[in-house]
C-alpha cells in the first residue's frame, strides 16, 4: 500500500511538474499573440467605426436638404426665411399667410406646408404636358407622387431604383405568365417577386456600403414599387413597346417636376406668397382647360398635312 501511494504521490507531482510548464508554455506565447494582434484589431475596430461615422454623416447630410423629411434642416430653414421676411397687419390679401405663419410657430414643418402648396403646382404642370405639349403617361397623380419620391430619394438614385423595379418588374411577368394565374393572384405574385428583387438590392447595397440606397424612405420605395401595376396594366391592353414608352414619359415629367421642386427660389416664393401661388394655379388649369387646338407633338407629327392645308 505504502509503495502503491508513494507511486501515485509521484506521478501526480510529476503530472504537476509536467502540466505547470506546459501551461506556462502554452500561455505565455498565446498573451504574446493576443498582445500582437489587438493592435490589429483595434485598428480594424476604429476603421469600422470611421466608416460607419462617414456613412451616417452622408446619410444624414442627404437627411438634412431633403424637403419631405420633417426631421431635417430644411424646415429650420425654410421657417427662418420667414422670420427674415415679416408680413404686416392681417389683410384680405395674406389671411394665409398669417395662417401658415401661425401653423409654423404651433410645431408644424415648414416644408411639408411648402410640398402642399407645390403639389397643385406639379399637377398643373403634368396637366400641361398632356393636354397642350402631347406627352402621355399614368394619368397626373401618378407622375406627381413619383415626382415627390424622386425628392425624397434623389433624383439619380430614385430614377436607378425605378429602371431596377421595371426590370425586376419585366423578370416577374416572364416567370409568372407560367402559372396562369387570375388577375389579381398575378398582381400580387407579380409584387412579390419585385419585392424580392428590391430587398436583395437593398441587402447588396448594405454590404457596399452605397449610403444613397441605405437612407431611402419605405414610402417612396413603395410608390415606386407600386408603378409596376400600372406598367403590367397597360402591358395588357397594348404592346411592352408602348408599355415602355408611356413609363418612360411619366418618368420624364416626374424628374421635371422633382427638378421644379428641389429649386429653392420656387419654395420661398410658395411659402412667401401662398394666396397668389394657389390663385395663378387655379388660373392656369383654367387656361389649359380651354385650350383646344392641336397638340404640339401632334402639331410636329402632322406637320406635313398642316404645310399642305395652309
Known amino acids: 500500500m505504502k509503495k502503491l501511494g508513494l507511486t501515485l504521490l509521484f ?31 483595434a485598428s480594424d475596430a476604429g476603421n469600422l467605426a470611421s466608416s460607419s461615422a462617414e456613412l451616417d454623416q452622408k446619410i444624414q447630410e442627404k437627411k438634412d436638404q431633403d424637403i419631405t423629411e420633417t426631421g431635417g434642416k430644411q424646415k429650420s ?8 421676411h415679416p408680413i404686416g397687419g392681417l389683410s384680405w390679401h395674406n389671411p394665409l399667410q398669417h395662417a401658415i405663419r401661425r401653423a409654423i410657430a404651433n410645431g408644424l414643418p415648414a416644408n411639408i ?7 397643385p403646382l406639379i399637377a398643373s404642370l403634368i396637366a400641361v404636358s398632356r393636354h397642350v ?25 430614385g430614377v436607378l431604383v425605378f429602371v431596377a423595379v421595371l426590370a425586376a418588374a419585366t423578370i416577374a411577368r416572364s416567370a ?12 400580387a405574385m407579380l409584387l412579390w417577386v419585385v419585392t424580392f428583387l428590391i430587398l436583395s438590392l437593398l441587402i447588396l447595397a448594405s454590404w457596399i456600403n452605397v449610403s444613397s440606397l441605405l437612407s431611402i424612405s419605405i414610402f417612396p420605395l413603395l410608390i415606386i414599387m407600386l408603378l409596376t401595376e400600372n406598367f403590367m396594366s397597360t402591358q395588357l391592353f397594348s404592346s411592352q413597346k408602348e408599355a415602355l414608352s408611356i413609363t418612360f414619359e411619366t418618368l420624364l415629367v416626374a424628374i421635371l417636376c422633382a427638378l ?6 420656387i419654395q420661398k416664393f410658395v411659402l412667401l406668397y401662398p394666396e397668389f401661388s394657389l390663385l395663378a394655379v387655379a ?25 399642305e392645308e395652309e
Do not use: C, W
Open 283 to 307: 388660373g392656369l388649369n383654367i387656361l389649359i382647360g380651354r385650350y383646344t387646338g392641336l397638340r404640339l407633338l401632334e402639331r410636329v407629327r402632322f406637320t406635313s398635312i398642316i404645310e
Open 113 to 119: 406646408i411648402v410640398l402642399m402648396l407645390l403639389f
Open 77 to 84: 430653414k425654410l421657417a427662418a426665411y420667414l422670420d427674415e
Open 11 to 41: 506521478v501526480l507531482l510529476f503530472g504537476l511538474i509536467a502540466v505547470f510548464p506546459a501551461k506556462a508554455l502554452t500561455v505565455e506565447p498565446l498573451k504574446q499573440v493576443l498582445e500582437a494582434t489587438s493592435p490589429i484589431e
Open 133 to 157: 405639349v402631347g406627352l402621355k403617361g399614368f394619368g397626373v397623380y401618378i407622375p406627381a407622387v413619383l415626382s415627390v419620391a424622386f425628392v425624397s430619394t434623389g433624383i439619380i438614385t
Open 176 to 187: 409568372v405568365k407560367h402559372f396562369k394565374l387570375p388577375l389579381l393572384p398575378r398582381t
Open 260 to 265: 421644379l421642386i428641389n429649386l429653392e427660389s
